[in-house]
T-cell receptor, first 113, second 117 residues
């Protein structure tokens, strides 16, 4: 069974601070996806990283895929209250001809004004 | 497009009751799936379907049945509800022609919050 360990599970910081969320596994994934989930809604895809060592930026969010494609990180610069939410990483593979996602436990991020 | 829709939004059942959670998508997606989300455990795959008439089990299939008679609909049936099935259930879909790619985007519905007493 593939597992993804996401840390920290809870993070509460002040507006303007920087933060990093980690996603680690002993398994190799073909790609790694990051989702954001608002209360009462389903997750929404933020980014997909595919190549080992790949870095993608989405405004103040920087996503990195580990060289061995077993881990990933999400770094937020100058966090804002609008960044508050649940962030989920998901490892993706094709198994038995279909995409299978393995989700981390999630990081509940609160940015205080 | 409405995207992925789920009904009901909330449901309370008694142990042993049965019910069906509805999921529909209007994006002509081949791949549909059901997840449950529990505190501290992320989302876990229950069942999935790569096209009409084809379904398969995910990580936590016990106690749940699915069928896929049309491309648009993918209902999840609880045959005899148990308190351990108290959770938030999400349906998702993706284009994923011919089984899909690992980079495919999953589009999630708004979820059904189920409580089993």
């Amino acid at each position: 069974t593939q597992l993804l360990e996401q840390s920290p599970q809870f993070l509460s910081i002040q507006e303007g601070e920087n933060l990093t969320v980690y996603c680690n596994s002993s398994s190799v994934f073909s790609s790694l996806q990051w989702y954001r989930q608002e209360p009462g809604e389903g997750p929404v895809l933020l980014v997909t990283v595919v190549t080992g060592g790949e870095v993608k930026k989405l405004k103040r969010l920087t996503f990195q895929f580990g060289d061995a494609r077993k881990d990933s990180s999400l770094h937020i610069t100058a966090a804002q209250p609008g960044d508050t939410g649940l962030y989920l990483c998901a490892g993706s593979n094709i198994i038995q001809g279909a995409q299978k996602l393995v989700f981390g436990q999630g990081t509940r991020l609160t940015i205080n004004p | 497009n409405a995207g992925v829709t789920q009904t009901p939004k909330f449901q309370v059942l008694k142990t042993g009751q049965s019910m069906t959670l509805q999921c529909a998508q209007d994006m002509n997606h081949e791949y549909m799936s059901w997840y449950r989300q529990d505190p501290g455990m992320g989302l876990r795959l229950i069942h999935y379907s790569v096209g009409a008439g084809i379904t398969d089990q995910g990580e936590v299939p016990n106690g749940y049945n699915v069928s896929r008679s049309t491309t648009e609909d993918f209902p999840l049936r609880l045959l005899s509800a148990a308190p351990s099935q108290t959770s938030v259930y999400f349906c998702a879909s993706s284009y994923s022609k011919y089984g899909g790619r690992s980079t495919d985007t999953q589009y999630f519905g708004p979820g059904t919050r189920l409580t089993v007493l």
